[in-house]
């Protein structure tokens, strides 16, 4: 018995370093006192130097990130609560279930406006449109959309150009990708024409931005829908090679947001981090901080962000979530 | 005479503390009233809200191919936002069965039961509001129950409150101040009354047993009428001793004057030595005798007219001379001269009757206890204050005697030999005080007796 529970000790936190992560990197001294185990949707590159600058004067702290897609990390979360000390996604809808569910630590005296927190337990820190994003060699002749239906037309007009080449999210497995999906869908009925005429070229699914950018800028696809924008802007190499596109007739656009785990064993530190994360957002350069703040959106359009608020959850119901998949798979996987 | 009256408690304290205490008493009652309203209409609003959201999703049921499906709308959530950022849960059941949501918000519902229900519980560390209805589906096969279950944290709800809490209780605390200084001022106007009777009766002259005309509170009413009674029977008292003395002077007085005229005329007739000796004695106390009886009832009419002073014009020098001139030949007989001293005319508002008295005596002093071949000086000044000063050459008042000279009946030890009853000074002090002045004994420099009246 005794044997059982010393193995069971030591396989636990193995069980959670063997999960297969999609970027794991520890930041300062590994065998430092105090660590701080980060689970996050980013990609690693754009916290390296959020990261590099909250270790600044912090000797005896190192940072753990761990990547993994939004799905999957809403998942790892709710299995171990206590393993993770600050958790940052990109899906505001299960961050937001997260916290009602009251898996997030109340962090007061944060000046942070009311629209970019619920319950002074979930931060948003950034704020990121929904792109399409296009390789501007293969529009070559052709008039670049400005709107969801302008895309609709071109796609419609050049079927065989665009067969197989269109992608998209998978919404099944990328929870930004259903955040994104469920929000177009309840802005217009646009969106639903679109993924029909999508699921009519082959379209190719997706599990993140990062994949879609990269066979963007290979010229394995021409057009991504619902990309994060963000992610393509950063790329410098390959900025020559796409256009990014915020789509004029209505902006979709999710805010990046931070929870401190009801359970962490680092809980001063983790308040030290979403802290140090919001004052960055308002006050870093793009060197300190390369992804866009709060403001970058809501000052230049004036478009709003989606709204942090319960009703986030909606689409999160089972039974919603059923009907929305089936009439999803129904439009995009025709011809599969 | 003015006894300690012993006090039992306040009646001011006693009224401001029942005042007081009863709008403290409304104060918290008011508190719990409007809170107690307040808690009721927010939880109302609350349940309307979590009601309204339990119908958009149960509206939403549909049956497909025998299966359940609920769409339900954005809104149904979205209704529930708060300003507190209120956490929500919901439950949907098929018959009994969880179909998705939170399935430990609450017992499982029972299958039967059509009505719309509202229950506080606790729910993952916090309290909740949760609203529950059913909706029957019928279905091909057979009918379905669907039940909607809808919970919110009560943060914005509580923040209302305590809202609603701190101003009423600011309106609590404004009321008991405005109470308080009401309070406060209905007590003082009430006592007031009573401070005023006290001041007019403190205000009184001994002599003035007067009833109280002026109108008082309906409540005093009584209180002010067994005064007046009162002083009705004290005057009524001193007016029948008074009476008494005077009838008993008058009484003593005449048989008196009959006995002396005998005795003065037996006195003439006999020769023996000491027949002569004892009705010399005789005569000397009749003497002495009709002169108290004379000098009480001058103090009784003193008392009686300086009670209601009736105040006339006088021109006191005037009146001094005319005294004087009827006084010389008496000085005369005795060799001492009598002057008046005027530097003007002297004008005072009194009782001419009382003041010629009160002057009549103190010269009668200084004629009869100044030693012969002296001078007896009765000095008016109307500046800087209107005074009379008797002063006379004699041997003075005695210092150890000179505070109490001026009571009834008080004699000097020096005056045996002298006929007289102690009463003269006691008449002069009452005439002066009766028209608001002082009378002041004292010695000149040479030793002769000075009485100074001050108006
Ligand atoms: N001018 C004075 N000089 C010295 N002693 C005086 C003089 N006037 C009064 N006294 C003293 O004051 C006492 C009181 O005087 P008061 O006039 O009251 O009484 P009285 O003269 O004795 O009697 P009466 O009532 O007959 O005047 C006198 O007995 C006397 O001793
Ligand atoms: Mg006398």
């Known amino acids: 018995m005794r044997y059982i529970a010393v193995l069971s000790l030591a396989v636990i936190p193995l069980a959670a370093i063997a999960q297969d992560w999609e970027g794991r990197r520890v930041f300062g001294d590994a065998d430092a006192p105090q660590s701080l185990r980060v689970l996050s949707s980013t990609d690693t590159s754009f916290f390296v130097p959020i990261i590099d600058s909250f270790l600044e004067g912090r000797a005896d702290v190192s940072v753990e990130y761990l990547s993994t897609g939004t799905a999957d990390l809403d998942e790892i979360f709710r299995e171990n609560p206590d393993q993770y000390d600050v958790v940052i996604s990109s899906a505001m809808d299960l961050q937001l279930k997260l916290t009602n569910d009251g898996y997030a630590q109340r962090l007061d005296g944060f000046a942070h406006p009311d629209w970019a927190q619920w319950r002074s337990s979930l931060f948003a820190f950034t704020t990121e449109p929904a792109a399409i994003v296009i390789n501007t060699a293969a529009f070559d002749g052709l008039d670049i959309p400005a709107t969801r239906q302008d895309l609709i037309e071109v796609l419609r007009e050049n079927a065989p150009r665009f067969d197989g080449r269109v992608g998209t999210y998978d919404v099944r497995q990328s929870g930004l990708g259903y955040l994104f999906a469920t929000q177009d869908a309840r802005a217009s009925e646009s969106y639903w024409r679109l993924m029909e005429v999508i699921g009519s070229l082959n379209a190719q699914l997706y599990c993140c931005s990062g994949a879609m950018i990269d066979d963007l800028a290979a010229g394995r696809i021409s057009v991504a829908y619902n990309v994060l924008g963000s992610y393509a802007l950063a790329r410098q190499d390959i900025t020559e090679v796409l256009t990014v596109i915020l789509p004029s007739d209505f902006p979709t656009t999710m805010m990046r947001s931070a929870l401190v785990s009801n359970a962490s064993s680092e809980p001063a530190l983790a308040e030290a981090f979403v802290s140090h994360l919001i004052r960055l957002q308002s006050q870093g350069s793009p060197e300190d901080f390369p992804l866009p703040s709060l403001d970058a959106i809501q000052d230049t359009t004036g478009r709003a962000a989606i709204s942090l608020e319960p009703a986030l959850m909606t689409y999160l119901d089972t039974l919603k979530r059923q009907v929305f998949i089936r009439e999803w798979e129904n439009a995009i996987i025709q011809n599969q | ?455």
């Open chain 2, 1 to 455: 005479m003015t006894g300690e009256v012993p006090a039992y408690g306040s009646l001011r304290d006693r009224l401001a503390s029942i005042l007081i205490g009863g709008s403290a008493v409304l104060a918290v009652l008011l508190f719990f009233v409007v809170r107690g309203y307040a808690a009721q209409v927010a939880q109302e609003g609350q349940d309307s809200i979590l009601s309204a959201s339990v119908s958009s999703i149960l509206d939403a049921a549909v049956l497909r191919d025998g299966a359940i499906e609920l769409d339900f709308p954005y809104a149904s959530l979205s209704m529930l936002s708060t300003a507190s950022d209120d956490r929500v849960f919901y439950a949907i059941y098929e018959d009994g069965t969880l179909l998705s949501g939170y399935g430990d918000l609450g017992d499982t519902p029972a299958v039967a039961g059509d009505a719309r229900t509202f229950a506080s519980l606790d729910y993952d560390a916090a309290t909740v509001r949760v609203a529950t209805a059913s909706r029957t589906l019928i279905g091909a096969d057979r009918p379905r129950r669907v039940t909607v279950r809808v919970a919110q944290t009560q943060d914005a709800l509580a923040e209302t409150l305590n809202q609603i809490s701190r101003n009423v209780a600011m309106f609590g605390l404004g009321f008991f101040a405005l109470a308080t200084v009401l309070a406060y001022w209905a007590t003082s106007t009430t006592i007031g009354q009573l401070s005023r009777l006290t001041t007019s009766v403190t205000r009184r002259g001994p002599q003035d047993l007067s009833p109280f005309l002026k109108p008082v509170p309906r409540e005093m009413v009584p209180l002010v009428g067994s005064l007046n009674t009162l002083m009705v029977r004290l005057e009524h008292s001193l007016k029948q001793s008074e009476d008494f003395i005077v009838e008993a002077a008058h009484r003593v007085r005449t048989p008196l004057a009959t006995v002396r005229s005998y005795a003065e005329a037996t006195f003439q007739r006999v020769q023996e030595p000491e027949n002569r000796t004892a009705l010399r004695a005789m005569m000397r106390a009749i003497d002495e005798s009709s002169r108290a009886a004379g000098q009480l009832l001058d103090h009784a009419m003193v008392t009686f007219r300086a009670e209601n002073l009736e105040r006339e014009e006088i021109t006191l020098d005037a009146m001094l001379r005319d005294l004087v001139e009827r006084m010389t030949p008496i000085a005369e007989m005795r060799d001492v001269t009598l002057r008046l001293d005027s530097d003007g005319p002297a004008v005072l508002r009194g009782d001419a009757v009382l003041l010629q008295n009160a002057f009549r005596n103190l010269i009668d002093n200084a004629l009869k206890y100044a030693p012969v071949d002296t001078a007896i000086t009765v000095r008016i000044r109307a500046t800087p204050q209107l005074s009379v000063d008797v002063i006379d050459e004699g041997r003075g008042f005695s210092p150890d005697e000179i505070d109490i000279l001026a009571t009834r009946f008080v004699r000097g030890h020096d005056a045996e030999g002298h006929i007289g009853s102690g009463l003269g000074l006691t008449i002069a002090k009452d005439v002066a005080t009766a028209h608001d002045g002082t009378m002041v004994l004292s010695n000149t420099q040479k030793g002769g007796a000075c009485v100074t009246l001050r108006f």
